[in-house]
């Protein structure tokens, strides 16, 4: 860190993100988790909360500063007490002036809270104070070696998960008949006990530092292995795992079974709209229209309502809705073939808002419902049993999802998936290399369409009914950044990003809107630190890093000095 230049920076830093603190206070986000301990009696989720705000401040100085050892403290401290300045600011200006006309929760409990009960003599700071050691805590989350901090970040965020999830800890905990004291141990009646969350500390700290030193003896022992037995233990792992997800809905019940057949959904989704972008790079935001079409499709044929048509089981409905979907995908493609980049997701969208409001009208009404939708959709029977509960319905949508994504990691693989990837990079090269441009686009649309009708036709006996007001355009954004953050042409990417971007918001309902300010603001973060997303395909990795290496400036050296010489001339010194 260049001297003042660099304090200067740092101070910025953490007036910024201070700036985020304040307005996470106001909008009463820090009050309402208030409620919530990290640690019983001793720090709540809202202090924590504006802590992380103060620790980010530091981390993001010393990352800016690209500074080691105390340079990178140094920045992490000053950009820690400067986020922790405003928040200070605004207990002493709240506590002088009535700021309620302007701000509702600028209440004297908010001040309580942001004083951590001491009041503004005492609680200010003791509140600069935390600002100095979260901030330095963010820069060594730079500056350290892995070896040191990844076992203390895996032992908060283990503290944090306890906290956070509690409900849903307990109840699963309840629900596997697990002794009480178990969750006397880890809990207190308003959170996790101090106990509880010394020993997930240490545990997952412990668990982390032996990983850490077994984890490349392991890899050079299964490297040593010969093919045959690695294989064999692959096959091994690969079987553990999915005797693990197959008793997710035993251990977590009902409504964990219902997130996950939610995440399962935006999965079949996203391995379509994959196929189009990740693969084809033809962007649409009109993918909707085929989540529909499936689910109404199978409602119709399959509701015992006044607008079922024909009666059918799920299983015999299912091949119609993925047919008629593909179809639909054809019939998009066909216009549009010849359009290209923000244009075509203009286009697509059109045609996602188009099915909606067809199916909306009048002239549709007798045949779709309108708004009131078709309704009585039968659960599915496996022989004699129903599938009717969120905790059946897992396993559908589980097989499912496993049978389209082994599709298309095929089609990845493929010829096909190579002409995809072909004209993502270049069209006009593409073609002149022989890659038929209207048989691959128009591929790309259908199989992807046929993804998500296998999606919607889940969807409608999950629900029972299907309404027009079902499928707006935001499905279609979720889908395009689930697939983003997962990373772009990856098929695990797909799954991972599912599990972040929609069955995290799930989890956290009861966090009500606030949510969705963490979810914008990780959005963000995401974009900025890990722009390749979280499981990248290899080709993906590499162009955006490399992309960005050599968008990075270079340094520009500096200009030698000139100097007069004894004899009138001029020398240049340097």
Same mark, same amino acid.
């Not at 100085?61 to 990178?72: F, I, K, N, Q, V």
């Not at 959170?191 to 412990?206: D, F, I, Q, T, Y």
């Not at 294989?231 to 964990?256: D, E, H, I, K, S």
């Not at 935006?266 to 391995?271: D, P, S, V």
């Given at each position: 860190?260049?001297?003042?230049?660099?304090?200067?920076?740092?101070?910025?830093?953490?007036?910024?993100?201070?700036?985020?603190?304040?307005?996470?206070?106001?909008?009463?986000?820090?009050?309402?988790?208030?409620?919530?301990?990290?640690?019983?009696?001793?720090?709540?989720?809202?202090?924590?909360?504006?802590?992380?705000?103060?620790?980010?401040?530091?981390?993001?100085?010393?990352? +800016?500063?690209?500074?080691?050892?105390?340079?990178?403290?140094?920045?992490?401290? @000053?950009?820690?007490?400067?986020?922790?300045?405003?928040?200070?600011?605004?207990?002493?200006?709240?506590?002088? $002036?009535? #700021?309620?006309?302007?701000?509702?929760?600028?209440?004297?409990?908010? *001040?309580?809270?942001?004083?951590?009960?001491?009041?503004?003599?005492?609680? #200010?700071?003791?509140?600069?104070?935390?600002? +100095?050691?979260?901030?330095?805590?963010?820069?060594?989350?730079? %500056?350290?070696?892995?070896?040191?901090?990844?076992?203390?970040?895996?032992?908060?965020?283990?503290?944090? &998960?306890?906290? =956070?999830?509690?409900?849903?800890?307990?109840?699963?905990?309840?629900?596997?008949?697990?002794?009480?004291?178990?969750?006397?141990?880890?809990?207190?009646?308003?959170?996790?006990?101090?106990?509880?969350?010394?020993? $997930?500390?240490?545990?997952?700290?412990?668990?982390?530092?032996?990983?850490?030193?077994?984890?490349?003896? =392991?890899?050079?022992?299964?490297?040593?292995?010969?093919?045959?037995?690695?294989?064999?233990?692959?096959?091994?792992?690969?079987?553990?795992?999915?005797?693990?997800?197959?008793?997710?809905?035993? +251990? !977590?019940?009902?409504?964990?079974?219902?997130?996950?057949?939610?995440?399962?959904?935006?999965?079949?989704?996203?391995?379509?709209?994959?196929?189009?972008?990740?693969?084809?790079?033809?962007?649409?935001?009109?993918?909707?229209?085929?989540?529909?079409?499936?689910?109404?499709?199978?409602?119709?044929?399959?509701?015992?309502?006044?607008?079922?048509?024909?009666?059918?089981?799920?299983?015999?409905?299912?091949?119609?809705?993925?047919?008629?979907?593909?179809?639909?995908? &054809?019939? #998009?493609?066909?216009? &549009?073939?010849?359009?290209?980049?923000?244009?075509?997701?203009?286009?697509?969208?059109?045609?996602?808002?188009?099915?909606?409001?067809?199916?909306?009208?009048?002239?549709?009404?007798?045949?779709?419902?309108?708004?009131?939708? &078709?309704?009585?959709?039968?659960?599915?029977?496996?022989?004699? *049993? /129903?599938?009717?509960?969120?905790?059946?319905?897992?396993? =559908?949508?589980?097989?499912?999802?496993?049978?389209?994504?082994?599709?298309?990691?095929?089609?990845?693989?493929?010829?096909?998936?190579?002409?995809?990837?072909?004209?993502?990079?270049?069209?006009? %090269?593409?073609?002149?290399?022989? %890659?038929?441009? =209207?048989?691959?686009?128009?591929? +790309?649309?259908?199989?992807?369409?046929?993804?998500?009708?296998?999606?919607?036709?889940?969807?409608?006996?999950?629900?029972?009914?299907?309404?027009?007001?079902?499928?707006?355009?935001?499905?279609?954004?979720?889908?395009?950044?689930?697939?983003?953050?997962? !990373?772009?042409?990856?098929?695990?990417?797909? %799954?991972?990003?599912?599990?972040?971007?929609?069955?995290?918001?799930?989890?956290?309902?009861?966090?009500? /809107?606030?949510?969705?300010?963490?979810?914008?603001?990780?959005?963000?973060?995401?974009?900025?630190?890990?722009?390749? !997303?979280?499981?990248?395909?290899?080709?993906?990795?590499? /162009?955006?890093?490399? @992309?960005?290496?050599?968008?990075?400036?270079?340094?520009?050296?500096?200009?030698?000095?000139?100097?007069?010489?004894?004899?009138?001339?001029?020398?240049?010194?340097?």
């Amino acid at each position: 860190m260049a001297g003042g230049r660099g304090i200067r920076r740092a101070a910025g830093v953490g007036l910024v993100w201070g700036a985020a603190a304040v307005f996470v206070s106001l909008a009463g986000m820090v009050e309402m988790m208030h409620v919530r301990a990290v640690v019983s009696g001793v720090v709540s989720l809202g202090q924590v909360l504006l802590l992380l705000a103060v620790a980010g401040a530091g981390f993001t100085a010393a990352r +800016a500063a690209r500074a080691r050892g105390g340079a990178g403290l140094l920045a992490g401290v @000053t950009a820690g007490v400067l986020a922790a300045a405003p928040v200070a600011a605004l207990v002493l200006l709240g506590e002088r $002036v009535n #700021l309620r006309a302007m701000f509702v929760n600028a209440s004297p409990a908010l *001040y309580r809270i942001l004083t951590f009960d001491r009041g503004a003599g005492a609680g #200010l700071p003791l509140m600069l104070a935390l600002g +100095a050691a979260a901030g330095a805590a963010g820069a060594a989350a730079v %500056v350290t070696p892995p070896a040191w901090r990844q076992p203390v970040a895996l032992g908060l965020s283990g503290v944090l &998960v306890l906290s =956070v999830f509690q409900e849903l800890i307990q109840l699963i905990l309840q629900a596997q008949g697990l002794p009480a004291l178990l969750r006397d141990f880890l809990y207190a009646p308003d959170g996790p006990a101090l106990r509880g969350a010394g020993a $997930v500390l240490l545990g997952a700290a412990a668990l982390s530092t032996a990983w850490g030193r077994a984890r490349q003896p =392991v890899r050079a022992r299964v490297a040593r292995m010969p093919p045959p037995a690695r294989g064999l233990l692959r096959a091994a792992l690969m079987a553990a795992g999915v005797l693990l997800l197959l008793l997710v809905p035993v +251990a !977590g019940g009902p409504f964990v079974a219902q997130v996950v057949v939610i995440v399962g959904l935006y999965t079949l989704m996203g391995l379509g709209l994959n196929l189009e972008v990740g693969l084809a790079g033809l962007l649409d935001l009109g993918f909707v229209a085929f989540f529909a079409i499936g689910a109404y499709t199978v409602g119709l044929l399959t509701s015992t309502g006044p607008l079922g048509i024909a009666h059918w089981s799920f299983w015999a409905a299912v091949p119609v809705a993925v047919l008629v979907s593909l179809v639909a995908g &054809v019939i #998009l493609g066909i216009p &549009v073939l010849g359009i290209r980049g923000d244009y075509l997701a203009i286009a697509t969208l059109g045609f996602g808002e188009i099915t909606r409001l067809l199916v909306l009208s009048d002239f549709l009404r007798p045949w779709l419902g309108g708004s009131q939708g &078709v309704l009585a959709i039968p659960k599915p029977f496996l022989g004699p *049993y /129903e599938l009717s509960g969120p905790q059946h319905l897992f396993y =559908v949508t589980l097989a499912g999802s496993a049978l389209v994504a082994y599709v298309a990691w095929r089609l990845e693989r493929s010829r096909l998936g190579r002409a995809w990837m072909a004209i993502r990079e270049d069209e006009d %090269v593409a073609e002149a290399l022989g %890659v038929n441009l =209207v048989q691959v686009k128009l591929l +790309a649309y259908g199989l992807g369409a046929a993804f998500a009708g296998v999606a919607g036709a889940i969807f409608a006996v999950m629900v029972g009914s299907v309404f027009p007001h079902s499928f707006q355009l935001l499905i279609s954004i979720n889908v395009l950044a689930l697939i983003i953050v997962g !990373g772009l042409g990856s098929t695990p990417g797909v %799954v991972v990003g599912s599990l972040a971007l929609v069955g995290l918001p799930e989890l956290l309902r009861e966090f009500g /809107e606030f949510r969705f300010l963490v979810y914008g603001a990780v959005l963000v973060a995401m974009m900025l630190l890990r722009p390749e !997303g979280l499981l990248p395909a290899a080709a993906q990795r590499r /162009e955006l890093r490399e @992309t960005a290496e050599a968008e990075r400036p270079l340094p520009v050296p500096e200009a030698p000095l000139p100097v007069a010489t004894s004899d009138g001339g001029v020398r240049a010194e340097g």
